[in-house]
């Protein structure tokens, strides 16, 4: 059985596992202020193209995002973002649980506009009884989207842009960063990210590490006394080392964006076998994620070789996520291709 | 200049400052565990046609929401309600800032159907990663709707045999209960409503009192330990006394009911009025609420002797609610029509 | 039976029921955005002595305290107050339910000192794991303190200046802050609070308003989107007329201050017959409260004519609370004087 | 420098990493659900000599905390503990940020008795005014204490006796729970605290594991929907099977327990040396933690060679924790040994 239906199926990169091996019974400080967590940090700032960033590593997403969005909002603002956003539906209502409300905006690929962010902004300050309701007091988006979907370097610019507009925060969730910058329709690097958003993560768990997620505040003005945020919401790992040395493992030698390109590509190859098989595809995925549409009986005959994400039913057919990532086999690719 | 932009401009009913004055100088327990609280208990028990049912006096709306629905779900539970929910629209998050998620159902006029509600429990069920999204916990419906429109009794009936069916409580906000249930539409009583909803509050502040909601627990499952839940809310009025007083006066004598059909009976007096005009009605209203388009040149006019309340512009017209309440003066209603 | 269990046994004091009789016609816009409590807000400006305050009508105490605490502590901040104070006693854990821990200071009779202030700020930052405790982010107290002592000037003074250097807002709970600021203990004027406090309330409830307490935002700092707070706490009053004509009633011809000093002299009448009749007092009390030590014999005969206040036990005794107020009568004192 | 300052110095028992190197290319289902988590759970449930216990892996024990706590109390309840005890001092407030109160009581070496827990929660319900106050909802102590400190069995059993009398569920703290276990004065093994307890966890982090803690739910009343509580509070880790296959590791040959009587044995040795050289000991430990008192000069000579964990100043000396673990090789403590 070959499964295809995430991107954290594996454990991580060998070099990973080296690294951790070779500095196993060093002895270190706790909670991140270690020497490889300081080391991680430079290669990342490096790599950022900036020397004033502020850089923490956390175990995962969901964590990660509800410690950041809850740090940055007063209680009654709340954080505007796509419905398919993976705050909004897939991490069990934890930003409600920090006490705010997930604003939405209903998109068609999972993409923000700067319009529709205007507009939302916009309708808040324009109600008469203006305390009645939630403040915008962030934006969120996901790059590549929750859809496997991209935005444009102008595209983000314009979204920051309205936000700085509008005294509100840009936080771009990568969890699969790598793998949305890497995609043959970006044109964007991490320096892009770095100047463009006012906090970011880089995923470190999809895209090859065991776990962790380096955090990024670029702008200082979210930076003060954020380590009490994270302890405070059970994110800060007492080993931190753990943390570091993947991010520098990952950090160093380009590996980050070696492991990308060669998800996207396994990626690539299935989604052009799709087409020409004639597929219809639910997005014109072009990062490690597929969305397809298939008949039931294909989905149960490829499920006797193959584990699939089954993400709902329409009519009689299915809506399936294929996933490729940093561990994907070629091989195991070819199989799928002849399977499909 | 006349208002008829909410129910709640004047102070409250002649009878309920009566009893306010002749009560003055009593000396009483606090935090509601007084005689007039007890009393009005009885009054609304005998109105409910019940008498296990456990009552609180609340001071207004928004608290009653937010304590009620935090007081029922789990940290990982969200409560089902129309878009347009004053929950979810005009508590200022108030509910997430309790750490629950309001999980929403587009209505075309603002109420729910036991198809829908059923839907969305279901299709919580139906993910396979089920506690990565919130678990419906909760039935919030307003009755009168938001924008006016009222329940039948069968309605009623079918989404709480749905919430039933999912062991899921069903909470009725009214905030309006009276001209609800006084609507030439309703086909209810308040012993219905006692008999179909789990939890439910009757409403004060726009129904003639100085302010006040009643909270009717009618399902014994949800009483225990409610008192801390009021005092942790900060709703625990120290004189509860005020509050007991004023739903004495209005369910002795029917004085309610006989308000709330007066404020029907002017709105309906203008809903005619409207409709003979050649106006459009946003929804068929038959309560005291009447939500009609005009254009924005009109209202102007109207402006000038009238304060009516601007809801949105479309192109080139404008939504406006006209309301009534119990203090509606016959012959201002008499000037509103003939200005229209 | 007489009750002297505690301050808020009696509705208003008559002039506040003639303004609601007077005002009840009268339309006006909700929420606090009215005529009444706009000249309730200049009266207590005048008050206290300046015309840059922020003034905000609450319903109650425990919401004041809830909505003002969480609105400036970030999540990772706590609040510094002594073990007695009201939000860690008797609010039934409010401020933990906001979010933020309270942390207490051991005090003999209720009131902190400077010095103390300074130690528990200054133990936090000596931390070496820092960001393993709660930060302090405000501090809390009591004037009068809930065992009816009271600060000097000096006392406040050093207080804020502690907080000031340490950039800790001060917070003032009035709650009967007529009482304290007319205790002939007392050296300050309400302009005095108004000086040396960042944020403080004045009580309503307890000192002859049906309800209300003002809330004045002194430091601007603390102002930004404060009605947000407000409604999402549950506190926005829809009528809100019914606060202001109350604080008018009681800032116009110095009634609030007429009212605090004929309980407080009440209070010293009893006060003087028990030390005269040899009863231990807890703490030597110059507001309208006496805490006093009485055999548990002495308390059951009293218990035939007078509601008392049982506080606790101890040994063979026990500790109970005397209360005047606005209300009480002079007859009944010289009764529970010749029954003590 | 050789490291005394804490038990998490290290990375990983050599096994661990062995595991996680041979199993590193298998895919695994995410969140726990995979073959290593399913079989970790067999071999403790195994070791507690009961195949009913409800276990998750955790990534924390902050984390792992809030979870519990959290998930069990209603929201006006509280958790009592000891004052030294870790949710109340090390956690920035996290249990707070949850909604609840830490109830504490004073203890002088970190142990409750079951006294103070019975006045504890009894002092609540003799409480006139009961709703004001928080009700005390569950239990927490940490075995071994924060103090190094540790319960005997029927200690625990009469403080277990105490809840289920209060109908209030005990939760165990076991971040060292194998050190408290094979302390020479320890007569409990882990079946008696599955016994005892409603709900505890076994350390992982702090005893030779890279991170992670295992979770053990004995009564099946806090079972319902728990996954929900742990994604929501951002501790759902996507790749469980790093900690399924490190308590496998721990749990297979007795592992934990061998490590675990190591670093006893290499705290045994300094104590006793301590003791001899006449140093005064803050707590008679029997764990792997110990608290010494030393002049502040020695603490400083030390230094140049030794990193010792510093608590606090008390007049002209200092209190020390020396700390071993799992990893402490026999020559650093004889080294230590030598310096002191």
Known sequence: MISFSCDYLEGAHPRILERLFLSNMEQHRGYGQDRHCEHARQLISKACGRDDLDIHFMVGGTQTNMTVISSVLRPYQGVVCAQTAHINVHET???????????????ADGLLSAEQVRDKIASHYADPNIEHTVQPGMVYLSMPSELGTIYTKQQLTD????????SVPLYIDGARLGYGLCSDLSDMTLADIARIADIFYIGGTKQGALMGEALVIANKAYSKDFRYNIKQNGGLLAKGRLL??????????????????????????????????????????????????????????????????FWWREDD???????????????????????L
């Open 244 to 309: 570091g040395l993947q991010f520098e493992a990952l950090f160093e030698d380009e590996l980050y964006w070696q492991l990308s390109v060669h998800a996207n590509h396994e990626a690539k190859r299935i989604h052009d076998a799709l087409v020409s098989k004639g597929y219809e595809l639910y997005t014109d995925a072009h990062t490690n994620q597929i969305l397809v549409y298939m008949s039931a009986d294909k989905l149960e005959t490829l499920s006797s070789d193959f584990s699939l994400d």
């Open 159 to 166: 979204i920051a842009q309205v936000c700085k507009e509008n």
């Open 317 to 339: 057919r299915v809506l399936v996520r294929i996933c490729t990532s940093w561990a994907t086999k070629s091989e195991n690719t070819d199989r799928l291709i002849a399977a």
């Open 93 to 107: 209502g934890a930003i409600e649980h920090s006490g705010h409300k997930v604003m939405t905006i209903n998109t």
